[in-house]
Structure formats: C-alpha cells, structure tokens
C-alpha cells in the first residue's frame, strides 16, 4: 500500500510539473537553445516558408541600396501570397528536415523553399563544432511534452561529439575520401599540400586551399546531407507539399581562378548531380551556382553564400521563377 501511495504521489508530483513548467520555465529556456521552436509557432500558417542558413540575410555591408532578406525579394514577385523565412545561421538540411516535421499538424503553410548550400554536402561543415548546439536544438522540433524535450536535453540524448572527436572525422574525410583526380589530387589533404601561390603565408595560397577543403568531395546517396534532403522530399510526398529546391550561388569564379578547371568542374558536377537527383523525384530544383559574379560575394578572405544586394536580387528574380513554375505544375494536377 505504502508503495501504491509514493507511485500515485510521483504520478501526480509529475503532471504537475508538467503543467506548470511549460508555463514558467519552458519558453525561457528553448527561447536561448532552440529559438526556431516559437517561430514555428508564429508562422504556421503562412503561404510559403522559406529555409536557410545565414545566406538568406547576410552581406557584410554597411550600406546597400536596399538590404532586404532574398526570401522578401522573392516575395515581391507573389503580393497576394504571405512569406516568411527561417534563417539559423550555420543550420542545414538536417535542421530544416526536423523543423518540417513540425509544419505536419495544425499548419496552413503547404509551400516550402529549401536552399542547398553546396558547402554544406562537404566534411568541414558536416563536422563543424557548431554541430552539438545544432544537435541540442533538434530536440524541440516535435509535439511531445516539453518537460519530456527538457528531460532529454538534461540526459543528453542528442549527438554531442566533442569539438575534437568532429575535427577528427574531418581529417579522416579529407584524408580517405577518394576525389576523381591522379596523384596529388586524389584527395583534400593532398591537393590542399600541392604547391600553389608560394608557401601557406600566401593569402591566395590559404584561400585556394580553403576552396579545395569546402568543395572537395563527389556527392552521392550515402552523404548525411543527400539522406536529409530525401527525407525532406519525401515528406512533401507524403503531406502534399510544394517543395522547391534553391542551390545557392558559389563563387565558382574565384575558385577556377586559385584552384583550377578541376575544382570548378567539380563543383559543377556536385550540382547536376543534385538536379537530376531531386528533379527525378519531383521537385523544382533552381540552380543559381554559377549566377552570381564573384565581385558581388562580400566576404574575400572565405568561401561563403554571402552576397550583396545585387547578388540576392539575381537569386531572388530566379528563385521566384523557379517558384512560379513549381506553382503552375501543382495547380496543372490540380485541374487534371
């Protein structure tokens, strides 16, 4: 009996915690390790969702001619249709396919564009430090009991690999995983140590190695981040979506011109891959790779997805084309 009367007592001490914490505690907290958690909530039942990482807003510049968001570019194009944008800087299809699953229920929004950095698809970002955090965040994405999502970030049920066991893997990456090129370009860490531009105090010489080590690899369906954005597709199948697929611009240009014919076209190949790919199941897939000019990519001393004004308005005009057609094919079934 006495035992009945603790389990009953630990029963009720526990609904009541999980009445009361979501109300005092919960929102505080997810506030500062999964912020996109709320804004899920906020914007449910928009038109169209568009998901990035920092690309969507950033450019370094302290003046431009208008310094809006390429997701509100976009939206210039659609008047009648309401837009709103999820941009976590350093997120990637992995977040974004654990966000989505929390569009499945009580949500309006039916229409979703989802950017591919090709970056993204390589080890550097694949094993950044930055992962756990992102990890941590994941655990917010889903309607369970938030004193259960609490409980599971406390136990640390979640990917937590340290700094050092993640920068490992990405030398073994760099080291192992086998490029289409002869001897020294067979993989990163060899092609990076090939004579270029001086020794490595050489800015030209640090920026083409960094070019190599961010876009040296050849996708296929075994990459983490092929296997996120299969699951984002199939998602869309299964709740009726409008998915379309942006592949950001590179500064393809700057890269042939440090590196050479062989990294540009390898990051070329990289793209056409994800095309074919993603257009066999379906999707719109807008490529923007070789778009932008390198003189509209603000950051200089790092290959990133950062661009000027003019840079996301050429990204914008295409994405909202891209959209269109999305669109018009889904409204084409509709009628048939």
Known sequence: MKV???GIWLLLTLLLL???YPQYAYEKFVAEHADQYLQVQKIKDC???YLSASSNFASGLARESDPRKISQMVADHFPSMQFEAINKPASHAGIHAALLEMFKENAEAKTFIVTMNLRSFGP???YSELETPLQQSTLFYNNRLPLVNRALVSLRTYDDRS?????????????NDPLPFDPPRNNVTDWCAEEKWGDWRNPKRQLADQFIKQYGFVLDASNPRVKDFDRMSALAKEEGWTMVFNILAENVETADSLVGKDLSSLMQRNTHWLIDRYDEKGHVVINNLERVGHEHFTDKDFPTEHYDDVGRRIIADNVAAGLARALAQKNSKHDN
């Open 18 to 20: 999980a009445g009361i």
């Open 47 to 49: 038109d169209v969702i």
């Open 163 to 175: 700094v050092e066991e993640r920068h490992a893997q990405r030398k073994s990456a760099w080291t």
């Open 4 to 6: 009945l009367i603790k």
């Open 124 to 126: 550097d970002w694949i």
